[in-house]
């Protein structure tokens, strides 16, 4: 009867002894997995999705006379999002083809004119040597050669006149400081107008607005943004991680809004300063007490496989966990 109750004592201590080596050695191939793991992967959750954010204003001032977006809808480059009322943009557009047309007349008038005053010279001029040659012959008296040269004289007046009112360009156009500033002018109001019209300058997605049909606006005052389509992953590793990181190496990335997919991408590139010395206030580490903090090192990650937007809608801002294929 000891016997039997010894043998089961020993049994029973045998099979803990099993168990505890069996759990041992999992525990240790775990760690070793990891370990390994470790060394052919480096990852962080210190990542989120980045885009472009675009901010929306508009370059002349005015009343937004209709709106034609809503928040988080698509738009794309070159679409109407807005217009400005533009009747006074239109009343100045008038004023100043009005302005400008009148210096070209002008100018016109000048050209004609020296035109014209140019042919009366050629005329006084032969008139004056016709008198002169009579005047020595005898034919006509000193008083009619001295009237036909004073028209000549005033002929030269009218004519230097005439040449001031004309500035000759490097192309030969006939051109002067006035004309050009008016057609800038012109230009300038033609450009205003067609601001009126606020145009998207990039496709995307529209999100911050800030504008309702009716309200006055200024130039430079944020409408809306558009976040584009291009999506890539800000990573930041601790400093001890990076180095043996380099662009172009292979990474795993796991979305928190989709843990079940593995989105393939590449490191582009790593950042040449901490977060921390490209920050509005970078550290002082030469004055007061020393205190040495870890770094976190930015690695801009991009996706290497295309995605669906209507499967997966990826935004800027989520929360990523990137594992880099460093070995």
Same mark, same amino acid.
């Not at 937007?309 to 929360?319: K, L, R």
């Given at each position: 009867?000891?016997?039997?109750?010894?043998?089961?004592?020993?049994?029973?201590?045998?099979?803990?002894?099993?168990?505890?080596?069996?759990?041992?050695?999992?525990?240790?191939?775990?760690?070793?997995?990891?370990?390994?793991?470790?060394?052919?992967?480096?990852?962080?959750?210190?990542?989120?999705?980045?885009?472009?954010?675009?901010?929306?204003? +508009?370059?002349?001032?005015?009343?937004?006379?209709?709106?034609?977006?809503?928040?988080?809808?698509?738009?794309?480059?070159?679409?109407? *999002?807005?217009?400005?009322?533009?009747?006074?943009?239109?009343? &100045?557009?008038?004023?100043?083809?009005?302005?400008?047309?009148?210096?070209?007349?002008?100018?016109?008038?000048?050209?004609?004119?020296?035109?014209?005053?140019?042919?009366?010279?050629?005329?006084?001029?032969?008139?004056?040597? &016709?008198?002169?040659?009579?005047?020595?012959?005898?034919?006509?008296?000193?008083?009619?050669?001295?009237?036909?040269?004073?028209?000549?004289?005033?002929?030269? /007046?009218?004519?230097?006149?005439? $040449?001031?009112?004309?500035?000759?360009?490097?192309?030969?156009?006939?051109?002067?400081?006035?004309? &050009?500033?008016?057609?800038?002018?012109?230009?300038?109001?033609?450009?205003?107008?067609?601001?009126?019209?606020?145009?998207? +300058?990039?496709?995307?997605?529209?999100?911050?607005?800030?504008?309702?049909?009716?309200?006055?606006?200024?130039?430079?005052?944020?409408?809306? /943004?558009?976040?584009?389509?291009?999506?890539?992953? $800000?990573?930041?590793?601790?400093?001890?991680?990076?180095?043996?990181?380099? /662009?172009?190496?292979?990474?795993?990335?796991?979305?928190?809004?989709?843990?079940?997919?593995?989105?393939?991408?590449?490191?582009?590139?790593?950042?040449? /300063? #901490?977060?921390?010395? #490209? #920050?509005?206030? +970078? +550290?002082?580490?030469?004055?007061?007490?020393?205190?040495?903090?870890?770094?976190?090192?930015? *690695?801009?990650?991009?996706?290497?496989?295309?995605?669906?937007?209507?499967?997966?809608?990826?935004?800027?801002?989520?929360?990523?966990?990137?594992?880099?294929?460093?070995?």
């Amino acid at each position: 009867m000891e016997n039997t109750q010894e043998n089961e004592i020993k049994h029973k201590s045998g099979k803990k002894k099993t168990a505890i080596i069996i759990v041992c050695i999992i525990v240790f191939v775990i760690a070793a997995i990891f370990y390994v793991n470790s060394l052919k992967y480096q990852s962080t959750d210190d990542a989120y999705i980045e885009s472009d954010l675009i901010q929306i204003a +508009p370059r002349v001032s005015g009343q937004i006379e209709e709106i034609y977006i809503e928040d988080n809808r698509r738009i794309n480059e070159g679409d109407l *999002v807005a217009k400005i009322d533009d009747t006074d943009y239109k009343i &100045r557009l008038e004023q100043a083809q009005a302005m400008y047309e009148k210096a070209l007349y002008s100018q016109k008038v000048a050209k004609a004119k020296l035109g014209a005053v140019n042919s009366e010279i050629n005329f006084a001029k032969k008139d004056l040597e &016709r008198y002169k040659n009579l005047y020595k012959a005898g034919a006509v008296s000193r008083q009619v050669l001295d009237n036909a040269q004073t028209r000549y004289d005033n002929t030269k /007046a009218k004519l230097l006149a005439a $040449e001031e009112d004309i500035l000759s360009s490097t192309n030969d156009k006939v051109a002067d400081a006035n004309l &050009r500033v008016l057609k800038a002018k012109r230009d300038q109001a033609a450009l205003n107008l067609e601001y009126t019209n606020i145009k998207a +300058p990039i496709s995307g997605t529209v999100t911050n607005r800030n504008v309702e049909k009716g309200k006055y606006v200024q130039t430079g005052q944020p409408l809306f /943004a558009i976040v584009t389509d291009k999506i890539w992953i $800000e990573a930041n590793f601790k400093e001890n991680q990076v180095g043996k990181m380099k /662009a172009g190496q292979d990474v795993i990335i796991k979305i928190d809004a989709y843990p079940n997919k593995k989105f393939k991408g590449k490191i582009d590139s790593i950042q040449k /300063a #901490s977060g921390a010395k #490209s #920050s509005l206030f +970078p +550290p002082e580490n030469a004055v007061g007490s020393f205190v040495k903090i870890v770094q976190r090192i930015p *690695v801009k990650i991009v996706f290497t496989e295309e995605i669906n937007p209507e499967e997966y809608n990826i935004t800027a801002g989520m929360s990523v966990v990137p594992k880099v294929k460093v070995k």
